[in-house]
Each structure stands twice: as structure tokens, then as C-alpha cells.
């Protein structure tokens, strides 16, 4: 892939993402909504939704998917280097970095089969830059879970745990999250439902994976883990559950679009245990596309 490909080059969309640390919230609004329901939610889309402001976005998510995935191979080096040079990597530099890109994304020209799964896999990493970024009074993110590798993986699509004053002490508290994406037209009602219905028929088993995935926790987190599924099984005031959509910003919901959750989880009941959150993009399957470009700028 060329740079002639790209709406915006990725040298100007990482100088736009520099001027703002990186942060996908400097490039966002988040707008409560329904915050006195069972469920309250926020709707998160761009602030002016200009074509620089979606490249950082697009360019940011890009570039932390290669840095989380490559980790401290020299794959995320060569990748990076080359992206912000608009050179294409060659010989053994591309077989190197190919297999970090190739999974959900494919490889330059024809990517994958599995289409509908980029946006799917960018909404995910949506949401875990911006619950990564949030700014939750009285709450210190403990653990985040890194979006896996593919979006057809068993098991739970985000989990996050806080730290929150309790008396002289510190509890831990979590949230099991359900992350989808609508792009279709009409309502998103259905799309939040899914979601809903699935937490309260598989998340036993979903925070099963996540407690064995992360055994080896030593001290308090350790200790959460040992006790994850039991807490989810007696609806613990510590723990609770989560409904992210990413979608078009012409579908997006309406201020009810939460109501059904608490009914496919009645015994959720303490406050905060429930939240929803709607990230609307113009045309996000354009933008998800526009990701996949920045990933494949250095092949």
C-alpha cells in the first residue's frame, strides 16, 4: 500500500495525535445519558469530526494494536518507522511484521474474507483506549484486559477493575463487559439486547477464562481472581456488567436504549452496577477501513 492511499498521511495524522499525547478522549465527547436509570449510559462520538480528527483516532488505535501485539519484538519498531517514513517494508522486515497485521486485519491488497470483523475489532479497541483514558472519581484502574487477537475468541470481550476508597481500606470492584458493533440501519435495540442476553447466560463462564487467564496475580488482584466467578454468582455489589455498541452516528439510540439490559440481569441491583456506552462514528465501517489502511502502510 502506497501513501497516495491514504486520505490523510500518517506522518500529519501521528503530528495530530502527538499535539494531544496520544489520547483518543482529546478527540472525543462523552455525553451522559439516562444517568439516573438502572443503567446508565454515555454516548461518545467526535468532537468536530473532521478528517484530521478521524486519522489521529484511526492512526492511534493503528499504532497501539502493533505496539500491544508485537510487544517487545522489533516487528512494532520496523512497522512504525517505516509508516511514518511512507516507505514499504521489504525481505525479511515484511515477513517479520506480517503476522502481527495479518490476524482479523488480512494483508495488502485483498485483506480478509471475514470483513464484518474490522469494525468489530476496532470497536473493541475503541473501547479499551477510552475506559483506559476515563477519569472515574474515587476509581484507580487496577487491571485492563487487552483485546485479544481475534473477535471470534470464547469468552468475554473487555474486563476492567478499579481500586475505590473503602473506609481505611481498599476494595476492588469490576466490570465484565459485552462489546458490540451495529452499522446496519434502524434500531440498535436488538444489537444491546445480544449483548445483554449473553453476559447473563455465558459470563459464569467468561470470568472463568479471565480468572485462569490471570492466576499467577499475586496480592490483591490475585486474590479477586480466586474469588471472580463466586462474585459474579452471587451479583457481589463488586462486581458488575457492561454494554458497549460502536455504531453509526445516524443509528444512534435514544435515551431508553438501556431499558432491557437490567432485565436480562435482574439481580445486578446495586448502583453502578450496570453501564452502557454507545460510541457513534460517521460511516464506522469507513473508519475501521481507515485503521486497517494505517496498519498496512508499512507493507
Known amino acids: 500500500m502506497t501513501q497516495a492511499d491514504l486520505v490523510v498521511p500518517v506522518m500529519e495524522a501521528d503530528q495530530a495525535a502527538a499535539a494531544r499525547a496520544y489520547a483518543v478522549s482529546a478527540f ?6 439516562a444517568a439516573d436509570a438502572t443503567c446508565p449510559w454515555q454516548l461518545i462520538g467526535f468532537a468536530d469530526g473532521t478528517a484530521q480528527e478521524r486519522a489521529a483516532v484511526a492512526w492511534i488505535i493503528a499504532d497501539k494494536i502493533m505496539n500491544e ?3 517487545h519484538c522489533r516487528a512494532y519498531r520496523f512497522w512504525r518507522d517505516a509508516a511514518l517514513k511512507g516507505v514499504a517494508l521489504t525481505g525479511d522486515d515484511t515477513r517479520l511484521v506480517q503476522p502481527f497485521v495479518r490476524p482479523v486485519f488480512g494483508l495488502p491488497p485483498k485483506g480478509t474474507d471475514a470483513e464484518d470483523h474490522v469494525p468489530g475489532h476496532v470497536g473493541e479497541w475503541l473501547w479499551y ?5 476515563e477519569d472515574l472519581a474515587d476509581h484507580e484502574l487496577a487491571l485492563l484486559e487487552t483485546p485479544s487477537w481475534s473477535v471470534t475468541e470464547g469468552g468475554g470481550d473487555g474486563f476492567v477493575v478499579h481500586r475505590i476508597p ?17 452499522t446496519g440501519g434502524g434500531s440498535i435495540s436488538d444489537t444491546i439486547t445480544k449483548a445483554a442476553s449473553q453476559l447473563a447466560n455465558r459470563g459464569d463462564e467468561y470470568l472463568a477464562k479471565i480468572s485462569w ?10 486474590l479477586l481472581m480466586t474469588e471472580l466467578t463466586e462474585l459474579w454468582m452471587r451479583a457481589h455489589p463488586r462486581g458488575g456488567a457492561g454494554v458497549s455498541v460502536s455504531t453509526n452516528t445516524a443509528t444512534a439510540p435514544k435515551r431508553a436504549a438501556f431499558t432491557q439490559v437490567p432485565t436480562y440481569l435482574p439481580q445486578l441491583v446495586h448502583p453502578g452496577q450496570l453501564r452502557g456506552l454507545v460510541i457513534a462514528v460517521e460511516d464506522f465501517t469507513a473508519f475501521a477501513a481507515q485503521v486497517r489502511r494505517y496498519l498496512w502502510s508499512a507493507l
Open 129 to 133: 483506549l477510552l475506559t483506559r483514558e
Open 213 to 222: 487467564a490471570n492466576s499467577k496475580l499475586t496480592g490483591d488482584l490475585g
Open 28 to 33: 472525543m465527547t462523552r455525553t451522559p445519558r
Open 166 to 182: 473503602a473506609g481505611v481500606d481498599t476494595a476492588l470492584v469490576f466490570k465484565l463487559w459485552e462489546i458490540k458493533k451495529f
Open 69 to 71: 501485539r508485537a510487544g
